[in-house]
């Protein structure tokens, strides 16, 4: 591509190179858009003024690495949780819009009178993060096994200004001597049967420690409810995310640590079993 090439014929070049290698031809949109801090309407406005050379040697080199199944996000280092920009890394789990299901679920259900709220497994961040941007008198900590995404976290909390207490440690041993109105946790859930089923992507580049479990995946939810009884106010809330085969296991563990509270499985918005709430 010696000469000059317009926006329009490079997306229409780059969707058809994704095509060829079996990848969804949008990644060529996203990546425009992300290069350029662009809107789609942008894009549009500019479909036939040409390409600069640098952006162009970007795209290729970067649809190269996607051909190859390395995740887009982590080729442009951020993505937008919850309506924020978050940072990622090779070291956090890329956010998913299912998580957004479980910050909104919080949120809707809890008033902005102050709680004190734990975030088990936080990885880049964006459940702490996205709760107290939105309640801001909220107490909000945050806890991570990986010193790398706890890295990761702490600079997403600093460009959003938000005051988060971070903690390295495994569940909710780091902070075992206090009290929570509200433990949130979206823990590493899935089995290592479940290997076969996974996207290259995801098997090839997430950090594995964000991801698997012992005991079909269940390990964690197993750890977690049997410590929360000793650390959730009388009155406190659970809300966990799982696997969309996980609604009556995790339910069942939760229900048999807190016979007295109401344990209810949500459906995300495909109509799977996506979040356990315990009330």
Not at 68 to 82: H, K, V
Not at 116 to 123: A, L, N, S
Request: charged share 30%; net charge negative.
């Amino acid at each position: 591509m010696d000469k000059p090439i317009t926006y329009f014929e490079v997306l229409k070049w780059a969707s058809s190179f994704l095509e060829t290698h079996d990848k969804d031809a949008s990644i060529a949109e996203y990546l425009l858009l992300e290069y350029n801090q662009w809107t789609k309407t942008d894009l549009l406005l500019h479909f036939k003024k040409d390409v600069p050379r640098d952006l162009l040697d970007r795209l290729s080199n970067d649809l190269e690495k996607v051909s190859q199944d390395y995740p887009p996000q982590y080729l442009i280092g951020s993505c937008e949780f919850y309506g924020e920009r978050f940072l990622v890394s090779e070291d956090t789990l890329i956010p998913r819009p299912e998580t957004e299901e479980l910050v909104e679920c919080c949120l809707t259900e809890n008033d902005f009178q102050n709680k004190v709220v734990v975030d088990v497994g936080t990885g880049t961040g964006i459940i702490a993060i996205s709760l107290k941007k939105n309640r801001p008198d909220w107490t909000v900590k945050a806890i991570d096994l990986s010193p790398e995404a706890l890295k990761v976290a702490q600079k997403n909390a600093k460009h959003l200004e938000t005051n988060i207490e971070f903690y390295e440690g495994n569940t909710l041993e780091p902070v075992a001597n206090q009290m929570f109105d509200i433990i949130l946790s979206n823990p590493p859930y899935i089995s290592v049967d479940e290997w076969d089923e996974m996207d290259e992507s995801v098997r090839n580049y997430e950090p594995k420690l964000a991801l698997f479990a012992k005991k079909n995946g269940l390990a964690i939810y197993e750890k977690l409810a049997k410590e929360a009884t000793q650390l959730l106010t009388s009155d406190g809330k659970i809300y966990l995310e799982i696997g969309y085969q996980q609604g009556d296991s995790v339910a069942h563990i939760f229900q048999e640590h807190f016979p007295k509270k109401i344990v209810e499985v949500v459906k995300d918005m495909s109509g799977h079993d996506r979040i356990v709430k315990v009330y």
